[in-house]
């Protein structure tokens, strides 16, 4: 409870130190970046203290931090004083937006901090993992911190949020464990007031372009607004997708009948296809899915099988699963600072930071600020999350190409803004987290082409289904009024309505591409690894021509999925692009940004959902498990936000029995949508009754059930630096526990992840095998050349040392010293 009092403090102080800083980045948000204002606090901070400690400038320690910390206190300060009255004006205007965002960053913070206290166990799925990076970089001494996992090596993974939560845990004086519950928690209430911001911008900005009218603002009481926002959230962390639904339907056994023997069958349950959902139901049947670890299968939606039948399992997480589950993954501590790039974009498409910055002949309609900023925005998602800056550096550049159209329409100047903002924006965006380009190398090497696995349609459905009903909606409304300029204050114009034939040029034409760039990867590939492609087709054997045949009608059996996003794909791009019918520059109307700024995201959420169906990136799994991760993943907080804003748009404009209607069936969804999160966390929480009682500090559990461990890991948090040999095994297991509880580097760690990290095996060498025989051999002198070749300063001999083999134990008595000993638990150390 102490942890979490502190950090709340500390997150609230940072978003007031910070908010006259975001006041000044965000001029065209109607809330002046208040709700962003933690998120950009402790990006700015993060950035400075990893910088300062990377150059040998600041140390990594809290004289470090507070450093850093007053480098963004010397920001704020200064625009404070020049901001002065503005400020206490904003806030005398804003008190009930402010309100609503502190009460929603306390609940969405407290919430998530009681599921955690509740199941806080970090010893499954690659928890492990991140608790180690957290107490690497905690107890490193200087950056890049060092990989403890693999001695002599630093980190070689996007780790800037683990800097983040070790320097908020290095404040408050907690250890990793609790950090960790913490930020997970954190992560889940920033993103609840940055998507809410998000929303309420959307629906409270108005339009300052030079050819807008007033009545393109749109217009809400701000009560309604502040009620309307909350559908951001609500959609983006909460409603999860439909398995949940037929985990309940599978439950009580319907569509299930029994045969003359009395055995369960069913044709629906088998044509749906869903792994576990395929097997008879177990008696007796009841409301409540019980079964042993049911909530994962809403993670694993998408089933893929290769030409052969040979099943192939995809990742399709979405955010709450994410935080039932309590990975603390990148691309979950990536999810505010993505909403924080969603803001940037959406700043600048409202006209923000509008200057002039001319080079080498060439004119940037952007001043230095919104330059810099949106670069360092990018390029700490790319230290988050590397995949992330395709996302937000896309709809930066799109947001500013679509602001440029405002002033100047479109014409092929458009294409030369777009280069001109995104070649030194990608550049700048490196160059600013250069130092963390140098010790990392990606297991991503380029594209494939994806002939085997198009999604079903019903598993899209399943999948995407509580967002896209509400997109629909959203869309045929705006098919309904079908001037955009009428929405969504019902006001009738003539000068602009759908360019339906560009929109179904540009959707079919843009998955026509992605179906011959399709081909020619594979044909080039074909070229290039020969020999690998001839073994995959004679593994199914197949011919060349047989293969492409059964692959392609497979995916028209299977072009539900296809026929559902070109039916989301073509109306958001012919609304995208609309037309004017009336050529009076001086009169012509514009559609309210909000909604142009909504088909913008949808567009980008659908392509990123489109692209996997053709193609995906290759890396060490060898078919699209990851790319559907990391594509989806995005997707879904592009699309939720849409989803929210539809549905905002719809409540407020639809009348009499439309309105009822829409209310009753998106209550439906809603509540379909609850299901996993309320189903989900009373099976983690065993029904809010932990066995062992409410504590955010996994170290308990370790306290519990190994008592001798946990006394040499608290010894080991007090001895100087040094490698510590341990047990080697395979990852997803309790191997490499001591050096993850302790941040002391060990020779290896989980060997299958180090390789991935790498791209390969061969900076582990001989590792394994030496650490095996250091242990066995009987021979000192075989030993003692192990423990020099990789400078080891402790041995640790535990109950998996001794259970995963044979330890010859004597050598270490009569040539070391015990420094720790406690029943079958011994810690030596090897003398300089």
């Not at 059964?550 to 299977?558: E, F, G, K, Q, V």
Request: hydrophobic share 50%; charged share 15%.
């Amino acid at each position: 409870m102490t942890s979490f009092i502190t950090w709340y403090i500390l997150l609230t102080i940072l978003g007031w130190l910070t908010f006259p800083l975001t006041y000044f980045l965000f001029p065209k948000l109607s809330d002046r970046g208040y709700t962003l204002a933690r998120t950009a606090g402790l990006l700015i901070w993060g950035y400075a203290f990893w910088l300062l400690a990377s150059f040998s400038i600041a140390q990594n320690d809290i004289g470090g931090i507070l450093f850093a910390l007053a480098i963004l206190i010397s920001l704020s300060t200064y625009l404070l004083i020049t901001n002065y009255q503005l400020l206490i004006t904003f806030i005398k205007d804003n008190k009930s937006l402010i309100i609503t965002t502190e009460i929603l960053f306390l609940i969405a913070f407290a919430f998530l901090a009681f599921l955690r206290a509740a199941n806080s166990e970090l010893q499954s799925t690659e928890k492990p993992m991140e608790l180690m990076f957290i107490n690497s970089i905690m107890r490193s001494e200087t950056f890049p911190p060092q990989d403890v996992w693999l001695s002599g090596y630093a980190i070689s993974y996007y780790y800037f949020g683990y800097v983040m939560t070790a320097m908020l845990a290095k404040l408050s004086g907690i250890n990793g464990s609790t950090a960790h519950n913490l930020m997970t928690s954190l992560i889940f209430a920033l993103a609840a007031i940055g998507s809410y911001g998000i929303l309420y911008n959307l629906l409270t900005r108005t339009d300052r372009r030079p050819q807008t009218t007033d009545d393109e603002k749109i217009n809400r009481p701000p009560s309604a607004v502040r009620r309307l926002s909350l559908l951001a959230p609500l959609f983006l962390l909460l409603v999860s997708n439909f398995e949940t639904l037929l985990e309940v339907l599978h439950r009580r056994g319907i569509f299930w009948t029994r045969d003359a023997n009395g055995t369960f069958t069913s044709s629906f349950w088998t044509w749906l296809d869903m792994k576990e959902l395929s097997q008879p139901p177990i008696e007796p049947l009841g409301f409540i899915p019980d079964r042993y670890l049911w909530w994962w299968r809403a993670s694993r939606v998408i089933q893929d099988y290769d030409i052969a039948g040979g099943f192939r399992e995809v990742i399709d997480e979405f955010p709450f699963f994410s935080f039932l589950l309590g990975d603390l993954h990148p691309h979950v501590l990536a999810i505010p600072f993505g909403l924080l790039a969603i803001s940037v974009a959406l700043n600048i498409f409202l006209g923000g930071w509008r200057g002039k910055i001319e080079a080498y002949g060439v004119q940037l309609h952007l001043n230095l600020t919104g330059f810099f900023f949106s670069a360092l925005v990018l390029g700490g998602l790319a230290f988050l999350n590397t995949w992330d800056i395709l996302v937000g550096a896309a709809l930066i550049c799109s947001a500013y190409v679509f602001s440029r159209v405002d002033e100047d329409g479109w014409n092929w100047k458009r294409l030369e803004d777009l280069f001109i903002l995104a070649l030194p924006l990608g550049i700048f965006s490196l160059l600013l987290y250069f130092p963390f380009y140098l010790g990392f190398s990606s297991q991503a090497g380029g594209l494939l082409p994806n002939f085997m696995y198009p999604t079903r349609g019903i598993h899209l459905w399943v999948m995407w289904g509580t967002l896209l009903i509400p997109i629909f909606s959203y869309l045929i409304y705006l098919y309904g009024v079908q001037k955009l300029a009428s929405v969504p204050d019902g006001k009738p114009s003539d000068s602009i309505s759908p360019n339906w034939k560009l929109g179904i040029y540009l959707g079919i034409g843009f998955t026509l591409f992605l179906f011959a760039l399709t081909f020619l990867i594979g044909w080039i590939g074909s070229i290039v690894e020969r020999d690998f492609v001839n073994f995959q087709l004679a593994s199914f054997n197949m011919t060349a021509s047989q293969f492409i045949a059964a692959t392609s009608l497979r995916r028209l059996t299977y072009i539900g999925s296809l026929i559902t996003l070109l039916a989301v794909f073509i109306p958001t791009l012919s609304f995208l692009f609309y037309k004017t019918t009336d050529h009076r520059p001086q009169t012509v109307r514009r559609p309210p940004s909000a909604v142009i700024f909504s088909l913008l995201l949808l567009t980008l959420g659908t392509i990123l959902i489109l692209a996997p169906e053709f193609v995906y990136l290759r890396d060490q799994f060898g078919y699209r498990i990851n790319t559907v991760f990391k594509f989806y993943y995005q997707a879904w907080i592009l699309w939720s936000i849409v989803a929210a804003f539809g549905v905002s748009i719809l409540l407020q404009n639809l009348e009499k029995i439309s309105n009822i209607i829409f209310r009753i069936v998106i209550g439906i969804v809603i509540f379909c949508g609850l299901l996993y999160p309320i189903f989900g966390v009373l099976t983690k929480t065993n029904n809010f009754n932990p066995p062992f009682g409410y504590s955010l500090n996994d170290f308990d559990r370790v306290k519990r059930e190994n008592p001798e461990e946990a006394a040499a890991v608290e010894f080991l948090l007090t001895v100087p630096h040094g490698v510590i040999a341990e047990a080697i095994g395979d990852g997803y297991s309790g191997y490499g526990r001591i050096s993850m509880l302790t941040g002391l580097q060990t020779v290896l760690g989980w060997p299958g992840h180090e390789a991935q990290w790498r791209g390969s095996f061969e900076p582990q060498g001989s590792r394994r095998d030496d650490i095996q025989k250091l242990y066995t051999t009987s021979r000192w002198e075989e030993a003692q050349a192990i423990i020099a070749k990789y400078n080891i300063r402790y041995i640790y001999i535990g109950v998996l040392e001794r259970a995963s083999m044979p330890i010859n134990e004597e050598k270490f008595y009569v040539y070391l010293t015990p420094i720790f000993q406690q029943g079958n638990t011994v810690i030596f150390e090897v003398p300089k």
